[in-house]
């Protein structure tokens, strides 16, 4: 809902002719409508940030399915609720995993959210990084990308997880590691990148430190618990644009950025071109495969095939200009062959 540039929608339908629906700010029952909107169109393919749009067309929208051959999945979360669904075998046409790419998680996921979240709460707040204690939930690439760009901002970070490798991976990058109840107290600024539900909540709110930030990264506005935010704030205030404080009753304010929803999205302007660059040749050359191999796959999620996932690391660094070495024959018969020994 907060994620639409309004330009960019108005440029699709009048300089392309491109049926678009999506407004900045729409509420719950207008962001629904348009997914409805873009149903009714019956599309052959669908291409799915989050799988909102597959799941209303696997539920309320059964009749169009027999017209769609095949799909992508932009994010981790939306694959994460296709592979429950195949589990289930609810899933009724093939889904091409774009951000199982490694061109795509590697380096939209870590260095665009890195950036992009930052940006989001820098602008929304203009707060300063240096000095103040980050504490980002979760260490994914997501994770690990908010993490290192708030590092290198001078903020002292703080990690929390659920997983004990990416738990041991974030403390040998150099960060502290504990639980959310220890970190709620210590906290200037919370981001939430878990793809997971009510990651903060109201044992949390009640420990922060008065005028802490909080805001998400991760997954849709679930991953904050604003329900209870609100339920225990005697008084709100928009302060900023983006920027929402919760009185509590004890005097706190705790300030909630984007209404929870994907700060880098709605107070910034999401990921740079040099980034998504990558993520949208995985999306294209996804759906020419799917086209090319109609009728022949499952009703299964796939990842994208090797040789896509190369080749735009391939055209990437051609685009940068960059050439990386090549194997001599000797090289390569000496990596082919095990006989020779050291
Ligand atoms: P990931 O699966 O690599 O990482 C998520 C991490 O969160 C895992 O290490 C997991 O163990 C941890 N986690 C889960 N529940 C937790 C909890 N209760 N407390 C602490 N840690 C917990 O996923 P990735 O790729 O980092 O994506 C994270 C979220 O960000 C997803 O919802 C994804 O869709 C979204 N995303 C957002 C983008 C944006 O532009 N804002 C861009 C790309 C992804």
């Known amino acids: 809902p907060l994620s639409t540039q309004d330009d960019v929608a108005?440029?699709?339908?009048?300089?392309?002719?491109?049926?678009?629906?999506?407004?900045?700010?729409?509420?719950?029952?207008?962001?629904?409508?348009?997914?409805?909107?873009?149903?009714?169109t019956r599309p052959q393919f669908t291409m799915d940030d989050g799988c909102d749009l597959v799941?209303?067309?696997?539920?309320?929208?059964?009749?169009?399915?027999?017209?769609?051959?095949?799909?992508?999945?932009?994010?981790?979360?939306?694959?994460?609720?296709l592979r429950a669904m195949v589990k289930k075998n609810a899933l009724k046409y093939p889904v091409i995993a774009v951000n199982e790419a490694m061109t795509k998680h590697f380096f939209d996921n870590r260095y665009g959210t890195g950036q992009s979240t930052l940006?989001?709460?820098?602008?929304?707040?203009?707060?300063?990084?240096?000095?103040?204690?980050?504490?980002?939930?979760?260490?994914?690439?997501?994770g690990k990308g908010v993490s290192m760009r708030a590092k290198g901002m001078g903020a002292q970070v703080v990690v929390t997880e659920i997983d004990h490798i990416r738990a041991l991976e974030a403390i040998m990058?150099?960060?502290?590691?504990?639980?959310?109840?220890?970190?709620?107290?210590?906290?200037?600024?919370?981001?939430?990148?878990?793809?997971?539900?009510?990651?903060?909540?109201?044992?949390?709110?009640?420990?922060?430190?008065?005028?802490?930030?909080?805001?998400?990264?991760?997954?849709?506005n679930v991953e904050i618990d604003i329900?209870?935010?609100?339920?225990?704030?005697?008084?709100?205030?928009?302060?900023r644009e983006f920027v929402e404080g919760f009185r509590?009753?004890?005097?706190?304010?705790l300030f909630l950025i984007a209404d929870g929803r994907l700060v880098n999205l709605s107070a910034a302007e999401g990921h740079s071109a040099s980034v998504m660059d990558m993520s949208f040749a995985n999306q294209a050359l996804?759906?020419?495969?799917?086209?090319?191999?109609?009728?022949?796959?499952?009703?299964?999620?796939?990842?994208?095939?090797?040789?896509?996932?190369?080749?735009?690391?391939?055209?990437?660094?051609a685009a940068l200009g960059i050439s990386v070495d090549h194997l001599t024959d000797e090289q390569k018969s000496y990596m082919d062959t095990w006989e020779e020994g050291t």
């Open 10 to 40: 108005a440029t699709l339908v009048q300089d392309h002719n491109l049926p678009t629906y999506a407004i900045k700010g729409e509420d719950q029952a207008t962001y629904y409508s348009h997914l409805q909107a873009v149903l009714n």
């Open 55 to 81: 799941h209303m067309l696997h539920t309320e929208k059964q009749g169009l399915l027999k017209g769609v051959f095949g799909g992508t999945e932009e994010t981790t979360t939306g694959v994460v609720r």
């Open 119 to 142: 940006d989001g709460i820098m602008r929304a707040t203009n707060l300063l990084f240096a000095g103040s204690t980050v504490v980002v939930a979760g260490y994914g690439w997501c």
């Open 248 to 253: 509590l009753k004890d005097g706190r304010t």
């Open 286 to 317: 996804a759906a020419e495969y799917l086209v090319k191999n109609r009728g022949k796959m499952k009703k299964e999620v796939y990842n994208v095939p090797e040789n896509i996932d190369r080749e735009i690391a391939r055209l990437k660094l």
């Open 173 to 220: 990058d150099g960060f502290r590691v504990m639980t959310m109840e220890e970190a709620a107290k210590i906290g200037d600024i919370f981001i939430t990148v878990t793809g997971n539900k009510h990651v903060l909540r109201r044992e949390h709110f009640a420990v922060m430190k008065d005028g802490a930030v909080i805001a998400n990264a991760g997954h849709f």
């Open 227 to 239: 329900p209870a935010l609100a339920k225990n704030a005697v008084a709100r205030q928009i302060v």
